[in-house]
């Protein structure tokens, strides 16, 4: 079976799955169920001068029938005093040794405050600390959470805060409510940083009740911008994960939207080497790990993979600038008319809604009325794929141009030798 | 009807429970489940299914977004009776058979249930997208209040014609409200649907007989109010009957009902419709049972599966008499009708009668399930030969196996020599088909008849006499709910599209 253990920037963990940072990390009781579900770390609900919540804290958005397509709250960090979460991780670092406790801090933007904290969270037992830059609501105001990690200089002086005294590995925490994450992940890593974990919560409302015109989730009447999370963040955190991992040298771990074992190999290979769930569990539970770690095992085991490290980063060098794409690359969507059901979705969808390449039913001998790709006018788009309701129905087959790899690259460098002209801004690399 | 042995009365709630809903009302959780599977088809063919062209997919969609009288508004108006349809639509041939879904293996959306859904939700709520268009100054009359006129008379109100429904039972809507299994709909059901077309201006006379003969009028305008037990007359070939002072009344037990149903119908002659309408529709349907033609069928405890219907649909279940032993001949939908209202009505043996095969059974698949669940006792290749009976009263039927040379429903049937058997049952119920209503529509001048059913042009419904038009059963033989809509919305189109160029030929 493959070796899930995880070694991140030396916390180790019998498999990289963590709860995040959040309610399911909230306390001693919490945890320990974890780890008995399977769970092989967990980053402690943020530590930090206690908070007063609201009534309501958390908002969902549904897709049709499907509950928490997305996620949102305005909570805040933990609303317990400091001591009783340190002797909590006490008592669950003596009961589970081999599980990974990482203490999520957040303290005013003293460095003596940090100091202290810092200090505390080691003596009780910690394998490391993540630093909390990136709770988008409520702290952001009092000029902590998104309010240091949105800034560069700010992540930079607070981590050398935290390295000048920390014994354990430093995780700095990264917010996506920013121009370019990466920017960040860089400050981190001058400060020292051992790695960073992302995504935080994106900002978010999630709606307007339209009988009484109160935000949601409405706390008597009124509402506040809140971070949202769950499956709908995927392919947002994907992206800023991987835009990391081709820019810091220390290792990611993934949060973003995960909720199973394939969610997370999407992460591993784009450069996380441990991730962290919290919205699926607050969804689901603990229970839910037993299958991605079953899953995460027959995955690679499938692939010859013997341990999660070496799919860490694989896709990566696939990730590219849009200016090294082959442009002479050519796909065309094919329809099977033996799986055709005759929805006509995809003739309408290009033709209103793409590139006018699909003939209306043409007549056919056995009267299925099924929709025909004009081939020659076809762009390879996907879309008459991504909306057919038939799995297999569609597919995108490659064809053969016979033409060399060509890049907006290679145009723009052929242009300027032409005409002297740059029509690319050198952005690109040239 | 005095019957030899009555089956014994069920516990009251045992009735409700036996006759209640078959498929109940969604909730909005069911509907929102059931109308997030809708693909949402580009030029769907479950619209194309429809005899109503109802626009599937945006009426689902529209439940989906919680945009629920949009929803009813799509439906109605392309169906004014479309909630109707929604319980009572063979859907499993029409839209649902249609649905792309089946050709993924998975079960088809919920189309009829989502109708249902969506109309009622609207519609309880007092939502009537149906608007009366500006009065054009033209008249049109329309004979019976089934669903072919209602349909007619709501499509030509919204286009600005005065209309007005001449019906000679108690209660308007027809068939929609006396002949539906009542598991599937009640009476107030479809009566709910009647007050939509009545809320357009449409006026309803009930309990007036359009005749042949001059007469005068003396129509009363009925005002639907929903809760009324409707009554019927037992009579549907009321067109014969003299207006008689015990009227509808002496042949079932009434209940109190909205509908005045004691006085007797007063009439209005053809003529007298002719000369103050400017067209005239005809959806007078179909007429009684056809007779077995067999001796003993005048003996008590045979009657005819619509009026056994009626009953079910316009009394107190307890207050219906059914044999211990019923024998039911005919295995068509009515038939299956008729076998599940008496086992739900207490019947201990029900024996359906047909002289045909399995494979030959006119019934619509799910329908002879129903049957079957029911406990019906189906006796195939049988042949009645003679009612038998005791001081007036039905005792049995004698029948006779039979045997077929070729196949499918066109085989000819034989007496198997030597076969005769004596069936002992209580009541006799005739379900092969109804009559049409030959001597009415025979007084209409000009109109022209094949086989009984009225000819029509196929797209403007418009009869041999250009004044009139005709569609539902009468036209088509016995078909659908949905197709009598179809039929009467088409004839209102036609009777437009002719008015329409008689008035430019007069300007």
Redesign the interface.
Known sequence: MPDLAVNFAGITSPNPFWLASGPPSNTAGQVMRAFDAGWGGAVWKTIGEPVINTTSRYGGIDY??QKLMGFNNIELISDRPIEDNLCEIAEVKKRYPRHAVIASLMVESRREAWHEMVKRAEDAGSDGLELNFGCPHGMSERGMGAAVGQVPEYTTMITEWVKEVARTPVIVKLTPNITDVTRIAVAAEQGGADGISLINTINSLMGVDLDTLAPRPTVAGKSSHGGYCGPAVKPIALNMVAACARRVKIPISGIGGIATWSDAAEFVALGASSLQVCTAVMHYGFRMVEDMIEGMESYLASKGLARLDDLVGRAVPNVADWGDLDLNYKIVAEINPDL??????C??ACEDGAHQCIE?YPASASGK?IPRIIKDECVGCNLCALVC??HGCITMEEIDTGKPVFTWKDRAREQRQQTGIAYTPSLWGE | MKLEQIAPKLPLEKYEENFADLNPLLTP?QA??AA?RC???????CIVACPTRIDVPSFIRKI?TGNLTGSARVILSANVLGESCGRVCPTEVLCEGAC?????GERPVEIGRLQRYAVDYAVSRGFNPLRAGTPNGQRVACIGSGPASLACAAELAGRGYAVEIFDRNAAPGGLNTYGIAAYKSRAEDSLREVRLVENVGVRIHQGVEVTGDPRIVEGRESKVEGTASAMVDGSRSAIQREPSTEGAASTFDLQPSTFNLQQAPSRIALSELESQYDAIFIGVGLGETWDLQLPGEGLRGVCGAMEFIERTKSRPFAGIDVGRRVAVIGAGNTAVDVVTAARRLGAEAVYMIYRRGEDSMPAFAYEYELAKQDGVIFLWNTQPLAILGHEGAVTGLQCARTRLEGRGRFARVDIEPGSNFVLEVDMIVKALGQQPMTEFLRSIPGIELRSGRVVVDSATHQTANPKYFAGGDCVNGGREVVDAVAEGMAAARGIDAWLGHELTVDS
């Not at chain 1, 055709?340 to 979705?345: E, M, P, Q, S, Y």
């Not at chain 2, 693909?39 to 063919?45: S, V």
């Open positions: 049709g029938p055709c059901i005759g929805c006509h979705l003739y309408v209306e009325r309701p038939v | 959780q929102l489940i997030s693909l949402y088809c580009f030029d769907a063919p989906s792309v879904l089946n050709g993924t």
